[in-house]
């Protein structure tokens, strides 16, 4: 009942070119494809281009980042609406890395949520623990905390959550089905708390996703997408993620 959602988060990566080169080899490969969503997420600098390219096909494009205000004296920040007006449908936000680098807190991102739905946006919104934390036994505090804070007065039809575990971002450290699973199902729980919409929301899981173990994530119950990093810079890997079903 939850249609699946598979999301490249480019980071840093991409010029225009190589945004263009990757576009132009990947959209063939996927143009059948209609029971999945497929979402790219390029720097600020492609998105425009790229939402040019894969406009009229089952591709969609998110932003990684926005700020929460509209307009204004915000040297650098880019809005939400100015990411519609690029083409966007979606955007990233709470990524850890804007969480640890940038000191984004619950606050500020509850703000961000918010402005992106006010602006037609769909939110991919990211919470997980550092290795630490769950090693302590405090995953299920952290991430709870985390969607409670984050999600506070948010109507949740247009969000969507991405469950990564800090130490298996980057790392080639997956979580297993059945821990990844584990946290899904409490996330779920857990938004049942303030929203009636829990069992129609989808949770991705991100962390060192790769083609060979896509399948076996998916094929958990409440595993409904991925969201994948390293894996998605190559349009040939992130086609055969994209394509985990055949
Ligand atoms: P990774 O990154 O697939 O390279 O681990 C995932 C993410 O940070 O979204």
């Given at each position: 009942?939850?249609?699946?959602?598979?999301?490249?988060?480019?980071?840093?990566?991409?010029?225009?070119?190589?945004?263009?080169?990757?576009?132009?080899?990947?959209?063939?490969?996927?143009?059948?494809?209609d029971d999945v969503d497929i979402i790219?997420?390029?720097?600020?600098?492609?998105?425009?281009?790229?939402?040019?390219?894969?406009?009229?096909?089952?591709?969609?494009?998110?932003?990684?980042?926005?700020?929460?205000?509209?307009?204004?004296a915000y040297t650098g920040e880019i809005?939400?609406?100015?990411?519609?007006?690029?083409?966007?449908?979606?955007?990233?936000?709470?990524?850890?890395?804007?969480?640890?680098?940038?000191?984004?807190?619950?606050?500020?991102?509850?703000?961000?949520?918010?402005?992106?739905?006010?602006s037609g946006l769909s939110v991919i919104?990211?919470?997980?623990?550092?290795?630490?934390?769950?090693?302590?036994?405090?995953?299920?505090?952290?991430?709870?905390?985390?969607?409670?804070?984050?999600?506070?007065?948010?109507?949740?039809?247009?969000?969507?959550?991405?469950?990564?575990?800090?130490?298996?971002?980057?790392?080639?450290?997956?979580?297993?089905?059945?821990?990844?699973?584990?946290?899904?199902?409490?996330?779920?729980?857990?938004?049942?708390?303030?929203?009636?919409?829990?069992?129609?929301?989808?949770?991705?899981?991100?962390?060192?996703?790769?083609?060979?173990?896509?399948?076996?994530?998916?094929?958990?119950?409440?595993?409904?997408?991925?969201?994948?990093?390293?894996?998605?810079?190559?349009?040939?890997?992130?086609?055969?993620?994209?394509?985990?079903?055949?």
């Open positions: 009942m939850r249609r699946p959602v598979i999301a490249a988060n480019w980071k840093m990566y991409k010029t225009r070119e190589e945004t263009s080169l990757f576009i132009r080899e990947f959209l063939p490969t996927v143009s059948g494809i790219i997420s390029p720097p600020f600098t492609s998105l425009a281009l790229a939402a040019d390219m894969v406009k009229g096909s089952n591709v969609q494009i998110a932003a990684q980042n926005i700020h929460f205000e509209s307009e204004g809005s939400s609406g100015m990411i519609v007006d690029a083409g966007c449908s979606y955007v990233i936000i709470g990524h850890s890395e804007r969480r640890q680098y940038f000191a984004e807190d619950d606050g500020q991102l509850n703000r961000k949520v918010k402005a992106a739905l006010g919104f990211c919470v997980g623990e550092t290795i630490e934390e769950r090693e302590e036994g405090k995953t299920n505090d952290i991430v709870g905390r985390e969607l409670v804070k984050g999600l506070e007065g948010v109507d949740m039809v247009n969000v969507s959550i991405a469950y990564e575990p800090i130490w298996a971002i980057g790392t080639g450290k997956t979580a297993t089905p059945e821990q990844a699973q584990e946290v899904h199902r409490y996330i779920r729980e857990k938004i049942a708390g303030f929203s009636e919409r829990s069992e129609a929301i989808r949770i991705l899981y991100g962390g060192s996703v790769k083609p060979a173990n896509v399948r076996e994530l998916m094929s958990m119950e409440d595993i409904d997408g991925a969201l994948v990093g390293g894996a998605s810079l190559d349009p040939v890997s992130f086609s055969q993620i994209v394509k985990y079903k055949s």
